[in-house]
């Protein structure tokens, strides 16, 4: 198994600009969980889908970031325009929620710079 | 609102020794707890889950102690090794919300030969 793969692994962008993040699930799972790291904050959920259905998106900062699932393997989150204070590793997660403690395989995280 | 504290200090330990790091939790009473290990530049990686009628949980070298009284996980790894040196995040659910989890800001051990 691959495990959970995001591409790209970096990213360094313009201010302005539109940031698209991608991430493919571990075959079988049906949780996706986009996440954003930085040294102040520490790991933040942005949202988390269910079967391809956005269950939860109140850590979405603001209308600037969505995050899509076209199908049960595939997730983006974009960033639309992008700012400075976007600069974070994103990482997503998935899972296979057949029980209430559900264990999440991250990805490798992209890092994004925002200049 | 709930609250995980993980001690940011990093914790500097020798090799063979015992690491203890701790996680501590305010405002909600989670039915399980997790902790995840994540080395720089990688995704963290689930290492051990305690339910709330578990008051410790073993897997080789690693212990976890789960108190809901006092509101505290405590990890411990017994015989520490260089290999072991990565932050340690704990991880609770969200009050409501089973797939949802809090993450604490980690604790960064450092295993010194």
Redesign the interface.
Known sequence: DAG?IQSPRHEVTEMGQEVTLRCKLISGHN?LFWYRQTMMR??E?LI?F?NNVP??DSGMPEDRFSAKMPNASFSTLKIQPSEPRDSAVY?C?S?S?GG??????????TRLTVL | SQKIEQNSEALNIQEGKTATLTCNYTNYSPAYLQWYRQDPGRGPVFLLLIRENEKEKRKERLKVTFDTTLKQSLFHITASQPADSATYLCALPYSGGYQKVTFGTGTKLQVIP
Do not use: H, K
């Open positions: 959970v949780s520490g790991l959920l988390y269910n269950i939860d990482f997660a899972s929620s209430y403690t559900d264990t999440q395989y991250f990805g490798p995280g």
